[in-house]
């Protein structure tokens, strides 16, 4: 497991500067358009602009990071261009892929919601209005176009963190958790890409980034978060999902990134869990998974795989926005700051000690019966192996039985913990 120490201030700004360099390299030239993977042709909204115009906004609004890198990156000039793919009905067409839906129309409100957060203009009420059209005012589901007949997870959660941010039919947002809600698995109580997927981790994020935006109460995610926590892998890493869906005769396939999603969902969070778990997100993001060698059109960026020689700009974009969101939520330098680097750091050593509780009884039960033993060795041999046999005697005792008290309040500890786990589960 990798060490879980706090980056430092110098590390994370290289980290975001080199990230930025590389979202300002990969703009369509000539315009304040980004592609949806570098060296592409073609400008798109979804998947590329959208991406890089959230990613700039989080960086400028930081207050810490050297905004002079995106000084000729024109917010003004990316909104009028991505109103530009704006439909009569209201929608936004992808770009990445040859149909207009929910989710380029979700994600672009919320982009143009991060550049003028103000009372929605006529194209942004369009959309709003277009998206009311995907929701089935039964259930609360939506789909990717309107009166579709496969609802899914991912347009369900953009589209109520739209409505979240615009402030919009605050009735349609209550239908559309309520069948969130529903679709939670009654097992992990994680989401799947729909209502009969398996869960995943990338999904489940969405769903808890949306759910905040909305103020649901925590209690009604709570153990989704767990779920959440528990999926991280041992480098830091959460794995990355494939949602795929069918439009206009065509299947589209989305790949979403646990890492980005699960250290945006966990980034405000102030439990031991969450923070330590993106503690490890962070330090696995900015010390092993980013590309800061090598050719310069790969430098600052992420792969979405290991093996993959393709640099997404949606990827970059989404990390820097997890890392922005995660370095901002934490306190101001000082004391603060220092007060929640050592609670982490005696949390986790005290959490090493509840996953090592059998461990040290046995230990520390093995080593009482040491001591017990040395009492009826032979003196001679006992005196030239311990010396003074009785001050090592008593002190490996006290010792060993002290030790196997403390494993057996953490076993005890470790146990209620489990129980209690189970009890809300049922």
């Known amino acids: 497991m990798p060490r879980r120490r706090w980056p430092?201030?110098?590390?994370?700004?290289?980290?975001?500067?080199?990230?930025?360099?590389?979202l300002r390299r990969h703009r369509m030239p000539g315009m304040q358009a980004w592609p949806?993977?570098?060296?592409?042709?073609?400008?798109?909204?979804?998947?590329?602009t959208v991406?890089?115009?959230?990613?700039?906004t989080a960086l400028r609004r930081s207050g810490w990071f050297d905004v002079g890198v995106l000084d000729d990156v024109d917010l003004g000039a990316a909104k009028r261009w991505a109103m530009t793919q704006q439909n009569r009905d209201g929608s936004f067409r992808s770009g990445e892929f040859a149909f207009s839906g929910a989710e380029p129309t979700a994600w672009t409100l919320i982009a143009l919601h991060q550049i003028t957060p103000d009372e929605p203009s006529r194209e942004v009420r369009s959309a709003l209005a277009y998206l009311e059209s995907?929701?089935?005012?039964?259930?609360?589901?939506?789909?990717?176009?309107?009166?579709?007949?496969?609802?899914?997870?991912?347009p369900s959660a953009l589209t109520l963190w739209a409505f979240a941010l615009w402030r919009h039919q605050e009735d349609?947002?209550?239908?559309?958790?309520?069948y969130l809600l529903r679709c939670q698995d009654n097992s992990s109580h994680g989401w799947g890409v729909t209502s009969s997927a398996r869960p995943n981790p990338a999904t489940t994020a969405q769903v808890l980034v949306a759910f905040q935006a909305a103020r649901v109460s925590e209690d009604d995610y709570r153990l989704a978060v767990e779920y959440l926590v528990d999926a991280q892998r041992d480098s830091g890493r959460w794995p990355n999902s494939l949602d795929e869906w069918a439009a206009a005769r065509l299947t589209n396939k989305c790949a979403n990134s646990g890492t980005a999603w699960s250290l945006l969902a966990l980034a405000k969070r102030r439990d031991h869990r969450s923070r330590t778990a993106c503690?490890?997100?962070?330090?696995?993001?900015?010390?092993?998974?980013?590309?800061?060698?090598?050719?310069?059109?790969?430098?600052?960026?992420w792969k979405l795989y290991d093996d993959g020689a393709q640099r997404h700009v949606w990827l970059t974009g989404q990390i820097i926005v997890a890392l922005a969101a995660w370095r901002n939520a934490l306190p101001p330098e000082g004391f603060h700051r220092d007060g929640v680097r050592l609670t982490t750091w005696l949390l986790t050593a005290f959490d090493f000690l509840v996953s090592r509780a059998p461990l040290i009884s046995t230990l520390g039960v093995l080593g009482a019966v040491v001591a017990l033993t040395i009492g009826n060795?032979?003196?001679?041999?006992r005196y030239q192996i311990f010396g003074d046999g009785v001050t090592f005697r008593q002190s490996l005792l006290t010792s060993g039985l002290g030790t196997a008290m403390l494993g057996a309040l953490t076993w005890l500890y470790r146990g209620t913990k489990t129980w209690r786990t189970r009890r809300r589960q049922d």
Request: hydrophobic share 40%.
């Open 8 to 22: 430092t201030e110098a590390e994370l700004n290289r980290s975001l500067t080199l990230a930025a360099m590389w």
């Open 36 to 48: 949806v993977s570098a060296g592409g042709s073609d400008p798109s909204l979804w998947g590329g």
């Open 51 to 56: 991406d890089a115009v959230c990613a700039v």
């Open 134 to 154: 995907c929701i089935d005012l039964n259930d609360g589901s939506v789909s990717s176009a309107p009166h579709g007949d496969l609802p899914r997870t991912m």
């Open 172 to 178: 349609l947002r209550a239908k559309i958790v309520s």
């Open 279 to 301: 503690l490890r997100a962070v330090n696995y993001l900015i010390g092993s998974d980013q590309t800061v060698s090598g050719p310069a059109a790969d430098r600052g960026s």
């Open 377 to 381: 060795t032979e003196t001679g041999l």
